[in-house]
């Protein structure tokens, strides 16, 4: 699976949107890239994913470049609930593979009143 | 509720005494899997399933075993528990391949 690179932390004014970027450079045709996010030691959550074309749900959006090699995250309205380490995965799902989701450090978002 | 229910939720256990970790998803998941996490080295894959009765490994397998007998459950068994297997642990299931997981709680465990 790809590696991705995201910066360590990220400060975000409550109310104002939050754009946690990702980058992939390495990423294959039938990968897709995901989001999750952690709050403290909670289960990890997850937030949206796509493939090559930008995603929106009820949590975020999701912009992928057209040569898929980096993301954005967008909370639009990011509230002191967001406070969490936000994580991009890029992932294999089809084929044999069970598509292990390989987290790293991802980004320690701090969204401040 | 759509969940995955783990228990449980912390557990102090001693050296070398058999343990096991139930999950349990209410969404007919076809996919669970086990990850544990530690500081400084994130969450990492211990074992997955596919189906009733097609389990793998994942990155750190050693010294667990899992079962999935039944499609709702995948307990994590700790035949001889050592201290470095305190960790957190999680649980998680997907509809598809695809889909994104659902995880559980989390589970503490404390081997002394």
């Known amino acids: 699976d790809a590696k991705t690179t995201q910066p360590p932390s990220m400060d975000c004014a409550e109310g104002r949107a939050a754009n946690l970027p990702c980058n992939h450079s390495?990423?294959?045709?039938?990968?897709?890239v995901y989001w999750y996010r952690q709050i403290h030691s909670q289960g990890p959550q997850y937030i949206i994913h796509?493939?090559?074309n930008n995603e929106t749900n009820e949590m975020a959006s999701l912009i992928i470049t057209e040569d898929r090699k980096s993301s954005t995250l967008i909370l639009p309205h990011a509230t002191l609930r967001d406070t969490a380490v936000y994580y991009c995965?890029?992932?294999?799902?089809?084929?044999?593979?069970?598509?292990?989701?390989?987290f790293g450090k991802g980004t320690k978002l701090s969204v401040k009143p | 509720e759509a969940q995955v229910t783990q228990n449980p939720r912390y557990l102090i256990t001693v050296t070398g005494k058999k343990l096991t970790v139930t999950c349990s998803q209410n969404?007919?998941?076809?996919?669970m899997s086990w990850y544990r996490q530690d500081p400084g080295l994130g969450l990492r894959q211990i074992y997955y399933?596919?189906?009733?009765?097609?389990?793998d490994k994942g990155d750190v397998p050693e010294g667990y075993k899992v079962s999935r007998k039944e499609k709702r459950n995948f307990p994590l068994i700790l035949e001889s528990p050592s201290p470095n297997q305190t960790s957190l642990y999680f649980c998680?299931?997907?509809?598809?391949?695809?889909?994104?997981?659902?995880f559980g709680s989390g589970t503490r465990l404390t081997v002394v």
């Open positions: 998680a299931s997907s509809l598809t391949r695809r889909d994104g997981y659902t």
């Open positions: 390495t990423i294959s045709g039938n990968e897709y």
């Open positions: 796509g493939l090559k």
């Open positions: 995965i890029v992932r294999v799902t089809d084929g044999g593979s069970q598509g292990n989701l390989i």
């Open positions: 969404m007919n998941h076809e996919y």
């Open positions: 399933s596919m189906n009733v009765e097609v389990t």
